[in-house]
């Protein structure tokens, strides 16, 4: 497997991955108008943007030769003090259950570890089977959280964090 950090040139990979990933992702969470709502308000190119240039978020792509680009992660290392939190975390639908979303935060802690932070944060909401492999990889729950994000949605999630020095 290959590790890409983002550039421009891979921002239409960014929202192919989220387009294919959120409906099958949230469809029995969220409804179809949310997820929409959403990617629009995270996925647009000039989002990505600013996530990159002005919120200090990195994308790291992972992708294999026989199958292409599989999936991503953005994370933003010194979020809080010794802490660095993962924004998003996506793996194609039809390469879950490879360890590729294991890997992806392995490479997140080790970012993380490399800056001195040694806690790895994520909001997940609170009806997402992800929960569990969160915590499996060694995730817990320590608070929740409504965040408004207009045209009358809420992200309803949980905050887990994970200590791993």
Known sequence: ?????????????????????WPVAFKDILSTQQINYMLEMM???????????????KYVLVKDKKHGFLGYISYEVDYKPLVTKIHKIYV???????????????????????????????????????IQFYERMGFRICGS???DIGNGFLMEDYIMNKDFM
């Open 1 to 21: 497997m290959e590790f890409i950090e983002v550039k421009e040139e891979h921002y239409p990979v960014i929202l192919q991955i989220a387009h294919k990933t």
């Open 43 to 57: 996925y647009s190119i000039k989002s990505i943007k600013n996530q990159i240039y002005n919120l200090h978020h």
């Open 92 to 130: 194609l639908p039809e390469a879950q259950g490879r360890g590729i979303g294991k890997i992806l935060i392995e490479k997140a802690e080790f970012f993380a570890g490399e800056k001195g932070n040694i806690t790895l944060s994520l909001n997940v909401n609170r009806f997402n089977k992800a």
């Open 145 to 147: 959280e409504d965040i």
